[in-house]
């Protein structure tokens, strides 16, 4: 009590000690998809073919997506019943990183029409590509006819081509130290070959607490027999193997697939609204300006770091469960307000600007609930990642087929529809969580340690 009651910050949960062995995998996974992400953003200016170039962005989504995940499961297992404020303040600096990103590469960009002269297109390309241009929103492309226009060999015009490269190396520059620092880590670590092999310095906490309190042993006696011997995550890839999951409730692959499904559904709407709220915006009924649209993805990222921020202590105080419940219900209904106000500018910014505040904090919320639910035991990371990543690129596309179909309103329905969807599945989520064996409501251990907790933060 003593010792936890000196530091400012909770520490690592007492009954989870990390391996050596998942350390070091995690690490060195950081330190390899970080430094892949550099070598990407390097390159990518000297890629000439378009196939090249979808290696080269895919490697980089295989980086990042690894990236994601062992970052979010290292929080969870390190901290456990107190890792939702340590992944909220993750999500925060993930968004703002993607609101800051833009603005490094906005000075190198160029203001002319990005196609070169002396070409041909046909009418049906010109309107594909003036489509392309509206959902990615360029609202600086020149309104002019797209006449006498080629695509073969675009070669960059006045610069503009080495211009754009900078902001690639720039930003390869900035995310060097990254892998740098684990590196460094690794090294302080002893987990380096070339390091004599000591004792972790990371688990020097975690034994010292082990020392100095009784260790808390979870009351799983209802779970069954096989399911009880392979507690706890035992390295990085224990959750993947069969002999873990072999005996498993029913109740248990239920939580992590309807979790998976309310990501699924909150962080595809997340992409798809980013995606095409220009393009909703400058259709009818509302025909706003290009200049006025473009504004709209900014305002809806920028209050999805917003939302994460005041998301850092907010979930210090309330239950992961509720704030996916608010998160939501307020999806929902700012949609439905959409939909019925959908001739109002007004209403679509105010609307914008909420939808990022309740998308923001549901991916570490839903985390959180998920893994505290199924009490650390389970693949609830991986799983909720991959779901969410799916999500995120299928709805884009299935969102994108259906407004370019059935016109502008089909937005707003599709995201009613899905955000009905991922509160249906999040009540699913609840039932079988009541379901699932070995589950005390409110254990008398948690309130204790949360009065501790609460202790260390007032010294």
């Not at 393009?279 to 706003?288: I, M, T």
């Amino acid at each position: 009590m003593e010792e936890k009651g000196e530091g400012m910050l909770p520490a690592p949960s007492p009954d989870i000690t990390l391996p050596s062995c998942s350390l070091a995998q995690s690490l060195w996974a950081l330190f390899t998809s970080s430094l892949a992400i550099s070598l990407v953003f390097a390159v990518i200016p000297f890629c000439r073919d378009v196939k090249v170039l979808a290696s080269v962005m895919a490697l980089a989504g295989l980086a990042m997506g690894c990236i994601d995940t062992v970052a979010n499961m290292q929080l969870v297992r390190m901290y456990q019943k107190d890792s939702a404020v340590f992944l909220q303040v993750l999500h925060f600096f993930v968004g703002f990183g993607a609101l800051l990103s833009p603005l490094i590469a906005d000075p190198f960009l160029s203001e002319a029409n990005c196609l070169p002269a002396n070409s041909t297109a046909n009418t049906t390309s010109r309107g594909h590509l003036f489509h392309v241009s509206r959902v990615l929103g360029q609202h600086h492309v020149d309104a002019k006819a797209w006449s006498n226009q080629t695509f073969p060999g675009l070669t960059p015009k006045d610069g503009a081509g080495t211009r754009v490269s900078y902001a690639f190396w720039i930003m390869a520059l900035i995310n060097l130290p990254v892998p740098m620092a684990v590196l460094m880590l690794l090294s302080k670590e002893r987990l380096l070959t070339c390091c004599p092999q000591r004792r972790p310095l990371l688990l020097s906490a975690d034994e010292l607490a082990l020392e100095t309190q009784p260790p808390e042993k979870e009351d799983a006696s209802s779970l069954p027999p096989k399911f009880q011997s392979h507690l706890g995550h035992e390295d990085l890839f224990s959750c993947c193997q069969r002999k873990n999951l072999r005996g498993a409730p029913y109740s248990f692959f239920a939580i992590h697939i309807t979790a998976a499904l309310v990501l699924f559904m909150t962080d595809g709407l997340t992409g798809a609204y980013s995606a095409f709220v220009y393009s909703y915006a400058v259709e009818k009924p509302l025909s706003v300006g290009h200049k006025v649209a473009g504004y709209l993805p900014s305002l809806f990222w920028g209050f999805i770091t917003l939302g994460r921020l005041l998301s850092i202590p907010i979930s210090s105080r309330m239950k992961p469960a509720t704030m996916v419940f608010i998160n939501v219900v307020g999806v929902v209904v700012t949609f439905l307000v959409l939909l019925i106000f959908s001739y109002n500018v007004v209403f679509l910014f105010v609307g914008t600007a909420s939808l990022g505040l309740f998308l923001s904090s549901t991916f570490p919320s839903m985390l959180a609930y998920t893994e505290d639910s199924l009490q650390y035991k389970g693949c609830a990371t991986t799983v909720l990642v991959t779901g969410a990543g799916v999500g995120e690129m299928v709805l884009q596309m299935l969102v994108g087929s259906i407004f370019q179909a059935q016109g502008s309103y089909s937005f707003l329905v599709c995201g009613v529809i899905f955000g009905c969807l991922a509160f249906t599945f999040y009540i699913l989520l609840l039932f079988f969580h009541r379901m699932h064996p070995g589950l005390p409501s409110v254990p008398t251990q948690d309130r204790s340690i949360g009065m501790e907790n609460s202790e260390c933060y007032q010294r």
